[in-house]
């Protein structure tokens, strides 16, 4: 399966993506705003989700709330 982004496009493993939503980060007082850029992706098992580098923390992002950038 294929993750895809909000708008439909396939996500590949280091892409750059843009949050279109501002995202409260649970267990973290920062806030992802929107039209932030978040380079080099990672896909998941899960086609929803993605993994991505915020800082040093290392969280999981619903691909609803990414476009490929």
């Given at each position: 399966m294929d993750?895809?982004?909000?708008?439909?496009?396939?996500?590949?493993?280091g892409?750059?993506?843009h949050?279109?939503?501002d995202l409260k980060i649970k267990g973290m007082s920062k806030v992802l705003k929107r039209g932030n850029?978040?380079?080099n992706i990672h896909l998941t098992g899960n086609?929803?989700?993605v993994e991505c580098?915020?800082?040093?923390?290392q969280i999981v992002l619903?691909?609803?709330f990414l476009k490929k950038a």
């Open positions: 993750a895809k982004d909000s708008n439909g496009n396939i996500l590949e493993d892409d750059n993506v949050v279109i939503k850029v978040i380079k086609p929803q989700e580098r915020i800082g040093k923390s619903k691909t609803q």
